[in-house]
Nanobody, 121 residues
Framework: QLQLVESGGGLVQPGGSLRLSCAAS????????IGWFRQAPGKEREGVSC???????NYADSVKGRFTISRDNAKNTVYLQMNSLKPEDTAIYYC???????????????WGQGTQVTVSS
């Protein structure tokens, strides 16, 4: 079964850090672009970051300079390092894939179940 599984969410104080993981099973993610998305209560899902098969990366303006996406092909996992977290980063975070290169559209598939990130004092 081809799937992506997110983990690493939790409760953190403003200014804190978390590292999210997106682990692939049933396929090798080397040839995929992997995107991170988030959805806050009452809001639409939005793109956060993406890494292509060639390791090109992009970020939403709201997270630039604070979040870093990376991949470890040996572990078949993509990470999202989140630093200087703000209350407005609170959301369910999802990962998904598409062939090779990132896209500004939401044309990704294989969505995981998500991991909750809550930033609160």
């Amino acid at each position: 079964q081809l799937q992506l599984v997110e983990s690493g969410g939790g409760l953190v104080q403003p200014g804190g850090s978390l590292r999210l993981s997106c682990a692939a099973s049933g396929f090798t993610l080397n040839y995929s672009a992997i995107g991170w998305f988030r959805q806050a209560p009452g809001k639409e899902r939005e793109g956060v970051s993406c890494i292509s098969r060639t390791n090109s990366t992009n970020y939403a303006d709201s997270v630039k300079g604070r979040f870093t996406i990376s991949r470890d092909n040996a572990k078949n996992t993509v990470y999202l390092q989140m630093n200087s977290l703000k209350p407005e980063d609170t959301a369910i975070y999802y990962c998904a894939r598409r062939p090779a290169y990132c896209s500004a559209s939401m044309e990704y598939y294989g969505w995981g179940q998500g991991t909750q990130v809550t930033v609160s004092s």
